[in-house]
T-cell receptor, first 115, second 115 residues
């Protein structure tokens, strides 16, 4: 079974609008962390936001917020006020305490921001 | 603070050869992880080193190996290269506090092409 599922291969959003990128995960480890990374065409992975399994509040970092629904095992990324520079591939990843610092990634979602 | 650096950035090899990739983590980071990114398989975990010890290994053949030096710099080696080893190899570092890992910061990657 896939540990991380990103069901949207590609998304379009109008500049200045908000967009939600979906991510569902599967784990039996009670202690885990969820991450979102951005990968522009240059290839470098840029850390965006982190949510721990025991965190009570949804994580936020500037224009990024993580909609964490533990019972549904979903960790959607919300980008508010989209900018042209947000066009990139976005990856959801999970780290389970059982496996130390190993990240398991989803297949990614390509986001295109239209002007 | 300087980011994660990887050398070389691009590499072209032929089948059967071997290759060594280098990664210098962010100063103070003792955990270094390696990932392989291909269009077909996506991002896959290779291994993680912490204080010169391999802590975790992904599902790759023994041709893939790595090591970490006392200054936390890491190398990965691929012997007997195959066409399928063509990929972007990403290195990531993170720091730990009281045994807890923080987020991984990625380098720009080494793009390996096997002919």
């Amino acid at each position: 079974a896939q540990k991380i599922t990103q069901t949207q291969p590609g998304m379009f959003v109008q500049e200045k609008e908000a967009v939600t990128l979906d991510c569902t995960y599967d784990t039996s480890d009670p202690s885990y962390g969820l991450f979102w990374y951005k990968q522009p065409s240059s290839g470098e992975m840029i850390f965006l936001i982190y949510q721990g399994s025991y965190d009570q509040q949804n994580a936020t970092e500037g224009r990024y917020s993580l909609n964490f629904q533990k019972a549904r095992k979903s960790a959607n990324l919300v980008i508010s006020a989209s900018q042209l520079g947000d066009s990139a591939m976005y990856f959801c990843a999970m780290r389970e305490m059982e496996y130390g610092n190993k990240l398991v990634f989803g297949a990614g979602t390509i986001l295109r921001v239209k002007s | 603070k300087a980011g994660v650096t990887q050398t070389p950035r691009y590499l072209i090899k032929t089948r059967g050869q071997q290759v060594t990739l280098s990664c210098s983590p962010i100063s103070g980071h003792r955990s270094v992880s390696w990932y392989q990114q291909t269009p077909g398989q996506g991002l896959q975990f290779l291994f993680e080193y912490f204080s010169e010890t391999q802590r975790n290994k992904g599902n790759f053949p023994g041709r893939f190996s790595g090591r970490q030096f006392s200054n936390s710099r890491s190398e990965m080696n691929v012997s007997t290269l195959e066409l399928g080893d063509s990929a972007l190899y990403l290195c990531a570092s993170s720091w730990t506090i009281a045994g807890v890992y923080n987020e991984q910061f990625f380098g720009p990657g080494t793009r390996l092409t096997v002919l």
